[in-house]
């Protein structure tokens, strides 16, 4: 059966593969787990996990769009996920644990409100394909890792609640210095209007539960993503301990990506394989009233979760992390150290010449795919992008797209490489 064409009813009586018999660990988002003593843990904690998947019968997009994302609408959907991932650590904490039937806190139904299949809810698919028309993406039309958390990011500016700084990398750079000055900004309220109108909601679509503080804070809580391309058809192999590795940190949201047109949402690994939500199932829109209790089941998944090998990764990903606070940042920055934020080495000087990476290069030329070859055989593993204090001087175009809405820069432009093109395009603001 098409994954595509799955409902949830029959779903719930599908066939679903055990975790493998292995002494290795499993990780699960920064989580270390045995599969022989602490299975039942590892249930528990991907079924908090929120789960987002196709849905149908929704109002329309736009008043005359679609009423369901099914074939289309897998990427969003991943998109909401990780989202959700770092509005559970931001409101909830990472030990937080979801069970049927219990009673939850009031912040996990607010978190969950965010992301209904309805225009006033503020990570909707309604308000993700709507923002995604300013891209260059129509309604109904597939997204690449890149393009969503564009989209992701200028939503978060509404959400006044959770108060993030949203922080996509560009380039296969991270610079340090373009973050600490995100975070130590204020949060612009911006658009109300974006929003109907209603008393009893904030313009960011939160209920009226979900209070904001008006306290000044030092550091806003950063969700980090960075696109990456590793590999021009396949994934660099010397890539996949870098990747594995990302799953063990404690700021891990995951990584957004999959094979082409087919996304899914990774959230730890074992072994040579990688662990993950699959929204490719259909389910009927929920019809959530307001102050009324959400029946949530279908928003958690309940059974063991799909595997997938390394090897098989579209090269077109999406990495995310969350920093609730500057130590949270400065503990990330170490740990990417450790591992080795330096670009990979390419060009004409060979191995014992680095250079930055090539802007452009998808780490496929002859000299970066020779040594990792060389690093594969020796147990190393290729960094999937760089750390740096201040932006590189081989950077010409600075980061306008980490501006603020009101930035007098505003018209600027950034160019990207996304996985659904071979080629840039060019992203409006």
Same mark, same amino acid.
């Given at each position: 059966?098409?994954a595509?064409?799955?409902?949830?009813?029959?779903?719930?009586?599908?066939?679903?593969?055990?975790?493998?018999?292995?002494?290795?660990?499993?990780?699960i988002?920064?989580?270390?787990?045995?599969?022989?003593?602490?299975?039942?843990?590892i249930?528990?904690?991907v079924?908090?996990?929120?789960w987002?998947?196709?849905?149908?019968?929704?109002?329309?997009?736009?008043?005359?769009?679609?009423?369901?994302?099914?074939?289309?609408?897998?990427?969003?959907?991943?998109?909401?996920m990780?989202?959700?991932?770092?509005?559970?650590?931001?409101?909830?904490g990472?030990?937080?644990?979801?069970?049927?039937?219990?009673?939850?806190?009031?912040?996990?139904?607010?978190?969950?409100?965010?992301?209904?299949?309805?225009?006033?809810?503020?990570?909707?698919?309604?308000?993700?394909?709507?923002? /995604? !028309?300013?891209? +260059?993406k129509?309604?109904?039309?597939? $997204?690449?890792?890149?393009? @969503?958390?564009q989209? %992701?990011?200028? =939503?978060?500016?509404?959400?006044?609640w959770?108060?993030?700084?949203v922080?996509?990398?560009?380039?296969?750079?991270?610079v340090?210095?373009?973050?600490?000055?995100?975070?130590?900004?204020?949060?612009?309220?911006?658009?109300?209007?974006?929003?109907?109108?209603?008393?009893d909601?904030?313009?960011?679509?939160f209920?009226?539960g979900?209070?904001?503080?008006?306290?000044?804070?030092?550091?806003?809580?950063?969700?980090?993503?960075?696109?990456l391309?590793?590999g021009?058809?396949?994934?660099?192999?010397?890539?996949?301990?870098?990747?594995?590795?990302?799953?063990?940190?404690?700021?891990?949201l /995951? !990584?957004?990506? +999959?094979?082409?047109?087919?996304?899914? $949402?990774?959230?730890?690994? @074992?072994g040579?394989e %990688?662990?993950? =939500?699959?929204p490719?199932?259909?389910?009927?829109?929920?019809q959530?009233?307001?102050h009324?209790?959400?029946?949530?089941?279908?928003?958690?998944?309940?059974?063991?979760?799909?595997?997938?090998?390394i090897?098989?990764?579209d090269?077109?990903?999406?990495?995310?992390?969350?920093?609730g606070?500057?130590?949270?940042?400065?503990?990330?920055?170490?740990?990417?150290?450790?591992?080795?934020?330096a670009?990979?080495?390419?060009?004409?000087?060979?191995?014992s010449?680095?250079?930055?990476?090539?802007?452009?290069?998808?780490?496929?030329?002859?000299?970066?795919?020779?040594?990792?070859?060389?690093?594969?055989?020796?147990? +190393?593993?290729?960094?999937m992008?760089?750390?740096?204090?201040?932006?590189?001087?081989?950077?010409?175009?600075?980061?306008?797209?980490?501006?603020?809405?009101?930035?007098?820069?505003?018209?600027?432009?950034?160019?990207?490489f996304?996985?659904?093109?071979?080629?840039?395009?060019?992203?409006?603001?």
């Amino acid at each position: 059966m098409d994954a595509a064409t799955l409902t949830y009813d029959t779903l719930r009586f599908a066939e679903f593969e055990d975790f493998p018999e292995t002494s290795e660990p499993l990780w699960i988002l920064g989580r270390k787990y045995s599969i022989f003593t602490e299975k039942d843990e590892i249930l528990a904690d991907v079924a908090s996990r929120l789960w987002f998947t196709y849905r149908k019968n929704f109002p329309a997009i736009g008043g005359t769009g679609p009423t369901s994302d099914t074939g289309w609408g897998c990427m969003l959907r991943c998109g909401q996920m990780i989202f959700a991932q770092a509005l559970v650590c931001r409101h909830l904490g990472r030990d937080w644990r979801w069970t049927p039937r219990a009673r939850q806190p009031d912040s996990y139904f607010s978190v969950l409100r965010a992301f209904l299949d309805r225009k006033d809810s503020c990570y909707s698919i309604h308000q993700i394909a709507q923002m /995604g !028309v300013g891209e +260059g993406k129509s309604i109904g039309q597939w $997204y690449g890792p890149n393009t @969503v958390a564009q989209v %992701l990011k200028k =939503l978060a500016v509404f959400d006044t609640w959770s108060a993030l700084a949203v922080h996509v990398a560009m380039d296969n750079t991270v610079v340090m210095e373009d973050i600490r000055r995100l975070c130590r900004s204020s949060l612009p309220c911006a658009g109300a209007a974006a929003f109907p109108a209603d008393s009893d909601r904030h313009c960011n679509g939160f209920p009226a539960g979900a209070e904001v503080s008006s306290r000044p804070s030092p550091w806003r809580p950063l969700v980090l993503l960075i696109p990456l391309r590793l590999g021009l058809t396949d994934i660099n192999a010397a890539y996949a301990e870098t990747l594995k590795h990302c799953f063990m940190m404690p700021q891990s949201l /995951g !990584v957004i990506g +999959g094979k082409p047109n087919s996304a899914r $949402y990774f959230i730890g690994y @074992v072994g040579e394989e %990688l662990i993950y =939500l699959d929204p490719h199932t259909t389910q009927p829109a929920l019809q959530a009233a307001e102050h009324c209790p959400i029946p949530d089941e279908s928003f958690h998944c309940q059974h063991p979760p799909s595997r997938m090998s390394i090897a098989e990764l579209d090269p077109s990903i999406a990495v995310g992390f969350f920093c609730g606070t500057e130590d949270d940042f400065n503990d990330w920055c170490q740990q990417v150290r450790k591992v080795g934020g330096a670009p990979p080495l390419c060009g004409s000087g060979g191995p014992s010449s680095p250079a930055p990476l090539a802007l452009g290069c998808t780490a496929s030329c002859a000299p970066c795919l020779a040594l990792g070859r060389q690093l594969s055989l020796l147990g +190393g593993a290729l960094p999937m992008f760089e750390l740096v204090e201040r932006q590189p001087s081989h950077l010409a175009c600075p980061d306008v797209l980490n501006l603020s809405l009101d930035s007098s820069d505003v018209e600027r432009l950034e160019r990207f490489f996304d996985s659904e093109d071979e080629d840039f395009e060019i992203l409006s603001l």
